[in-house]
Structure formats: structure tokens, C-alpha cells
């Protein structure tokens, strides 16, 4: 068991027998009236992010994971297969798990895996993946004083907003948790 003081982003918590984690949260103390905590926390299951508020000091039931390294091997139909970096055992993961990531996952990409009892809870991909760009229009010479941008369909099927400079076959570095164009590598 845990409470509110010990809060932090990524926490999962044991809700009513469903899985939240923790996406933000703020400790707020009213000029009137007891504290309370005001969080951010989505649903690991179906994805559904809600606003929970918590009394301070309230207890909740706190989930014990254990993150492992696993390698993103291959896609088949609805099931997206991993590999354990430490044993080499493969586990296939349904597409509702891997919704949220599947357009920056490219084959041998290292990810973490938060598990519990060697069930798989969440899938977490690193801050920044190099993908390249499978097709965008061309940019127009000399159109650049407002620094333009045209859309970029990347070899995973995800679209970014890059430059007018980026071209067909370019790597380009994009950042995972906001899903914009960092550099081109």
C-alpha cells in the first residue's frame, strides 16, 4: 500500500481490479479546506485517459513491476512479437497493448516492457527512434522566409510534419513522446 505523498509519474496503481498509471499529477493545498492530489491517469488496458482526484494521505494499492529489455522483432496480423534481451524467449503482445507505440516501432528496436508476474502491462518505447521517410511531397524552392513544413509519411505508416528541405530516403530522429521531427540524422 502507498498514498498520495508518494506519487509519481509512472506509477501504476491497483484501482478496483483495473491497472491506471500515472501520467501527471499536482499536490494542491487550498486556502480553505483539506489537500488533495489532482492526477492525470490512463488506463493501461483500454487506453482511456481520466482526471482522478485523491484526498492526501488517501491509500491506494500500488502495483510492484519489474521493467524488462525486450527487442521488437516482427508483426502478424493483430500480434506484435518481442524478444527477451535476456533470455532470447519470444512473447507476442496484442495490438491493443502496442496501440499507443505501433507507428514508431520498426523491427530489431529496443523497448521496455513493464511486467508483472511475467504478465506484460505496458510497453514503453525510448524517447527518440530513427525512422526513414517512405514519401513527401517535394518543397518549393524559395519558399522558406516563414520556415514552411509539408506532411512526411514515415516506413512505419506515421505521419510527421517536417521541413521543406526533407526528402524521400532521409533519416530523420522523432521524438516518441510528442511525435515530432527532431533532425534529420
Known amino acids: 500500500m502507498a498514498d498520495t505523498s508518494d506519487f509519481r509519474n509512472g506509477m501504476i496503481l491497483n484501482m478496483n481490479g483495473v491497472y491506471w498509471i500515472i501520467a501527471e499529477f499536482q499536490h494542491v493545498k487550498p486556502g480553505k479546506g483539506g489537500a488533495f492530489v489532482r492526477t492525470k491517469i490512463k488506463n493501461l488496458l483500454t487506453g482511456q485517459v481520466k482526471e482522478n482526484t485523491f484526498r492526501a494521505g488517501e491509500r491506494v494499492t500500488e502495483v510492484k513491476v519489474v521493467r524488462r529489455d525486450f527487442q521488437y522483432l516482427y508483426a502478424t496480423g493483430d500480434m506484435y512479437y518481442m524478444m527477451d534481451a535476456e533470455t532470447y524467449d519470444q512473447i507476442p503482445l496484442p495490438e491493443s497493448m502496442v496501440e ?70 532521409d533519416v530523420l530522429r522523432i521524438d516518441t513522446r510528442t511525435g515530432k521531427y527532431v533532425t534529420r540524422v
Open 100 to 169: 499507443d507505440v505501433k507507428d514508431y516501432l520498426k523491427e530489431n528496436l529496443n523497448v521496455v516492457i513493464y511486467m508483472e508476474d511475467n504478465t506484460p502491462l505496458l510497453v514503453e518505447l525510448p524517447n527518440f527512434v530513427e525512422l526513414h521517410v517512405r514519401s513527401t511531397a517535394p518543397g518549393l524552392r524559395g519558399d522558406t522566409a516563414q520556415g514552411g513544413s509539408k506532411p512526411a509519411t514515415m516506413e512505419t505508416g506515421l505521419v510527421v510534419s517536417v521541413p521543406l528541405f526533407i526528402e524521400e530516403g
